[in-house]
């Protein structure tokens, strides 16, 4: 049950942009069990998605990326780019935020899920045919045998994100990396989505990458959940221990910034400012500019280090029980 | 991450006051024409561009002065010389000084770009803003319009307005503006039709502004950098077509000089007078080139969010 | 029904006439209350559909926002509620009913007579970004409804002004020379906002104002908009698919699915007593921010996806989704039912649906194993 799937350690993402080098992630460490959820939670820019897209080598060809990573205890890093290639087709499986620009719109969605099976499973393609069909079922399309033959813009936008899960559980990967899959989705469907992932993953013993900026998805699909900011983890930990006694000061104001419907009225403890730009960001903590808590010169010049809280809970700051003032 | 990409919009984090006014990003707002030129002058091939122009502006104007002798003054003793120290261009089976005649030509090029290109400017973005903003009957009828236009030939329709109008200079202008006109209608339409639909457009109807202010403040500036675009092409291409009309008979008429009538006359001496042909279609070369390198740096460089040629080059790489 | 000018409702029989009126009506003002900024009567917004029939976006809506207060308009994608925002200002042409806006019939007006119109109601779209234009200066872009309505004549003025309307959305007025992709998302949406304020409106329609920032910022301008609100007595009509901001921005919440409204009342009544079973169903499904809670909670899951609005059911339009749905759901249309005071649901088993997709036995996540610390 605690195999671990994905690991990576060290990982720092440099992209060359027309304005400089933006360190879009640093020196970011985390895993991945089988049939756990890890939740990246973070705003734009925090490096959340560009992470997760390094480690498995999808990052843009501008970027730089150093680190290790290891996929089902096989270090990425040290292997040919083909056999990077494969091993990230057979054993893990995608889905992003829009499902419309997941999905060709000329090739029919049975003929987008079977593809991975015939490439990575060696099917053939009535096998493959079967096998969409049975995904499709999977995933809750109704009348899968004849939707099978349909194309992306006649399925719904919830419709659509099943069909890229079941393209995603072609190969039944042992990973599945979510980035952002219910942003583009109505909340009912999302609740819809949400239930599916994590039905499939007590069916499957998948192990889930679930990236998002809703705290609230987190705290229903996470065991584990990495806060993001500036590209560096500032909060790690158990979910409950995370949420229930958050330590980083920007994870504490992202909490209370959300309207809460029990206690409407009032102004919200906002944060103030925007979210750091990657390409200058500060030589201490990247959310010290913002931070409510506001230590002294010490936040400003020395990055502090993810110290351990709590057993498996981490935060990076200087003052993690202190309030903001 | 999931809507603004690392390396997009630059933050400058400071500590914010608690107004709740955020940092803001590098790079001041004055003036994006000046900002637009600066970031041309960075650009080679659109400075070697611009320096070609203008020396052509410059012997458009004063070509008669710069010429070292007069356009037609023959010389029946030194006829079809080669290129010396004297007739640097040679000069031509009257001898005529080819030099002279390429320097005071340019006026008629660039006279016959600007005119004819500005006709069909000031009439196909009229018709393209008028259609593509409002739609309905009055894009289907000028459009139509335009297609027949389009439909033909490019010289055969220019032929035939000559054919009507009598040949000349003039007749050349309107006949090449014509030409032009479809095309910028349809650049002006199609831009016409996307920004339409932008949201900034609904935000300026919703605060109540009119068509007229929407068309002229908001749609035509969006649209501006392919119509530039287009009309740098179009002056390239308007004064190959003038060379061609001229090279046809139906343009200048002889003895006043054209680089088209030029290399018209030239043809019969390739082989043993290849100057009296090769100068005018340097000109004509040297010229299109010019408009082309600086239409493209111009499209690259009006858009506010690009700061200079390359750095737009490398971002769409 | 509590108050004289909303007019639809329980008053007319049901599925009888095809174009009648159904679904809660944002009650009236008590008698002696506010007076009403704006009116929707039997709105009816359809758009034509190539090869088919149209396409309703709006079908049946009336509500009243009052002076000086939020009124929340809550729905998914499809339900309606932005084409509802866009008749307001006459963005789109309504098919039937009225829009009145400060007590004048403002459904049959000509062209010219509609710029008028939105200066009295103004407008802030989602996307800051996109609803700039990105050639103008931001102090061109807030100046342009002064001299669209010839508000301030000369130019000192209107920097001034536009100065004013920057420093009262909390940027400096040195911003006003910058252009759009030379801020942050927040400081665009600050500047929409200006743009809005800058004909002194009667109605600002706020058309998901918050959905395309940052976590961070969004708790920002949701106060930004409060304060103004309080200093300058605006009115909103807060348009959202998030609940919780919803709630928390507006004085009365009307929810709408399909091209109806389902449900008003203030946003207590509709946390704590949700009469339409869509409600319910909509209150479930957003996340809270709490493990414990979402591990335990019952979520009602819908079925299936929205119906087409070229397509609605017949009767009720939520009963395809609908986990309580009888068989007599689809014969009528249900009228609104008073459910307590100022709280209208419009579904025919209005005291039992909600209880009984409450009572049945919750799936609950299990629980997990112990938490696995990532890393080592």
Redesign the interface.
């Known amino acids: 049950?605690?195999r671990e799937v994905l690991a990576i350690e060290e990982l720092t993402v440099t992209?060359g942009?027309?304005?400089g080098a933006?360190r879009?992630v640093a020196g970011v460490?985390?895993?991945?069990?089988a049939g756990?959820t890890?939740a990246l939670v973070?705003?734009?820019?925090?490096?959340?998605?560009?992470s997760v897209l390094a480690a498995t080598g999808l990052a843009p060809r501008t970027a730089r990326v150093t680190g290790r990573v290891r996929l089902l205890g096989e270090e990425l890093t040290a292997v040919s780019p083909q056999r990077r290639r494969r091993l990230r087709g057979r054993h893990v499986g995608f889905v992003f935020?829009d499902p419309m620009t997941s999905l060709n719109p000329v090739l029919t969605v049975g003929r987008q899920v079977a593809e991975g099976c015939e490439e990575h499973l060696g099917m053939t393609r009535r096998q493959a045919r079967d096998r969409a069909v049975e995904l499709l079922d999977l995933v809750g399309i109704?009348s899968p045998a004849q939707r099978v033959d349909a194309y992306p813009h006649q399925f719904?936008?919830?419709?659509r994100q099943r069909a890229v899960i079941a393209m995603a559980l072609a190969c039944e990967p042992d990973l599945l990396i979510a980035?952002?899959p219910t942003?583009a989705l109505?909340?009912?469907?999302?609740?819809?989505i949400?239930?599916l992932v994590?039905d499939l993953q007590?069916r499957l013993g998948t192990a889930v990458v679930w990236?998002t900026?809703?705290?609230?998805?987190?705290?229903?699909v996470?065991?584990?959940v990495?806060v993001m900011y500036g590209?560096r983890i500032v909060e790690?930990?158990?979910?409950?221990?995370v949420?229930?006694a958050p330590g980083h000061p920007y994870t504490r104001?992202?909490?209370a910034?959300?309207?809460?419907?029990?206690h409407?009225?009032g102004?919200?403890?906002?944060?103030?400012?925007?979210?750091?730009?990657?390409?200058?960001l500060?030589a201490g903590c990247a959310f010290w500019?913002?931070c409510p808590v506001r230590g002294d010169a010490r936040c400003a010049d020395e990055l502090p280090p993810l110290t351990e809280v709590a057993?498996?809970?981490?935060v990076r700051t200087f003052y993690p029980a202190r309030e903001a003032r | 991450m999931s809507r603004r990409e690392p390396g997009g919009t630059p933050a400058r984090v400071q500590p914010a006051p608690d107004t709740g006014a955020e940092p803001v990003g590098p790079g001041g707002g004055d003036g994006g024409l000046r900002r637009a030129l600066a970031a041309l002058w960075r650009d080679p091939p659109a400075v070697a561009g611009t320096v070609v122009l203008l020396l052509l502006v410059v012997v458009g104007v004063a070509g008669s002065w710069l010429a070292p002798a007069g356009v037609n003054d023959v010389d029946v003793d030194r006829m079809l010389q080669p290129p010396s120290g004297e007739h640097p261009f040679g000069t031509d089976e009257l001898g005529r000084d080819v030099l002279s005649r390429v320097l005071v030509a340019a006026r008629v090029s660039l006279q016959v770009g600007l005119v004819s290109v500005g006709i069909a400017l000031a009439v196909g973005v009229t018709v393209g803003l008028l259609a593509g903003y409002y739609r309905g009957w009055a894009d289907a009828v000028l459009m139509r319009a335009m297609d027949v236009l389009f439909a033909f030939p490019v010289l055969l329709l220019a032929v035939a307005i000559v054919a009507v109008l009598g040949p000349g200079l003039l007749t050349a202008m309107v006949a090449i503006g014509v030409v032009y006109t479809p095309i910028f209608a349809r650049v002006t339409r199609a831009g016409v039709l996307s920004v339409r639909e932008q949201v900034f457009v609904r935000a300026a109807i919703s605060i109540g502004a009119s068509d007229l202010r929407i068309m002229r403040r908001h749609v035509l500036p969006n649209i501006a950098a392919p119509l530039i675009v287009q009309t740098s092409l179009s002056l390239a291409f308007a004064i190959l077509s003038e060379a061609a009309l001229s090279f046809l008979g139906l343009g200048v008429q002889p003895p006043a000089p054209a680089w088209g009538r030029m290399l018209y006359d030239g043809r019969g001496f390739v082989t043993d007078a290849w100057w009296l042909g090769f100068f005018p279609g340097a000109a004509i070369f040297l010229t299109v080139l010019a408009f082309n390198l600086v239409g493209d740096a111009l499209r690259d460089v009006l858009d506010p969010r690009q700061l200079t040629v390359s750095e737009a080059r490398r971002s769409t790489s | 029904m509590t108050g004289g000018d909303a007019t639809t409702g329980g008053v007319r029989p049901g599925a009888t006439t095809p174009h009648q009126p159904t679904g809660a009506a944002v009650p009236g003002p008590p008698a002696g209350a506010a007076e009403s900024v704006a009116e929707l009567d039997d709105l009816r917004v359809w758009f034509p559909a190539r090869g088919g029939p149209p396409v309703r976006a709006v079908d049946g809506v009336s509500l009243t926002v009052r002076r000086g207060e939020t009124l929340g308009l809550v729905g998914e994608s499809g339900s309606g509620k932005s084409t509802t925002g866009l008749a307001l200002l006459r963005l789109v042409d309504p098919t039937g009913g009225t829009i009145r806006v400060a007590g004048e019939d403002v459904t049959g007006w000509s062209r010219r007579r509609l710029r008028a119109l939105r200066r009295r109601v103004a407008m802030v779209f989602q996307d800051p970004q996109a609803s700039l234009d990105p050639r103008l200066t931001v102090g061109a872009s807030i100046a342009e409804p002064l001299i669209v309505h010839g508000l301030v004549d000369s130019a000192p003025a209107r920097r001034r002004r536009v100065a004013e309307l920057l420093d009262l959305v909390g940027l400096r007025a040195e911003l006003a020379g910058r252009h759009p992709h030379e801020l942050s998302g927040g400081q665009r949406q600050r500047v929409g906002i200006a743009r809005a304020l800058a004909g002194e409106p009667d109605l600002i329609v706020l058309d998901e104002p918050i959905a395309s920032l940052d976590l961070s910022v969004q708790a920002q301008i949701m106060n930004l908009l409060r304060r103004l609100q309080r200093e300058l007595t605006l009115t909103y009509l807060f348009i959202a698919h998030d609940l919780a901001a919803v709630e928390h921005m507006s004085d009365r919440v009307a929810v709408m699915y399909l091209g109806r409204i389902v449900e008003t009342g203030t946003p207590a009544q509709l946390y704590r007593e949700p009469a339409h079973p869509y409600t319910a169903a909509l209150l479930s499904a957003i996340p809270v921010a709490d493990p414990a809670v979402e591990r335990h909670r019952r979520r009602i899951i819908l079925g299936g996806d929205v119906p087409s609005p070229a397509d609605p059911p017949s009767g009720c339009r939520f009963r395809t989704r609908c986990p309580q749905a009888r068989p007599d759901c689809a014969e009528q249309d249900p009228v609104p039912v008073e459910v307590g005071p100022g709280h209208l649901a419009a579904c025919r088993y209005v005291g039992e649906a909600v209880p009984a997709m409450r009572a049945d036995p919750p799936v609950p996540r299990p629980a997990e194993p112990g938490p696995h610390p990532a890393g080592t």
């Open positions: 049950m605690t992209l942009t027309r304005r933006a879009a460490d985390w895993s991945v069990a756990q890890f973070g705003e734009s820019g925090s490096g959340k998605s560009m935020q109704p719904s936008g919830g419709m980035d952002e942003t109505d909340v009912t469907t999302q609740a819809q949400v239930e994590a007590r990236i900026h809703d705290l609230g998805v987190v705290a229903g996470a065991d584990t990495a590209g790690q930990g158990p979910v409950d221990a949420f229930a104001a992202l909490l910034a959300r309207p809460d419907p029990a409407a009225g102004d919200l403890p906002a944060i103030d400012g925007s979210p750091p730009n990657p390409l200058d500060p500019p913002r057993p498996g809970h981490r």
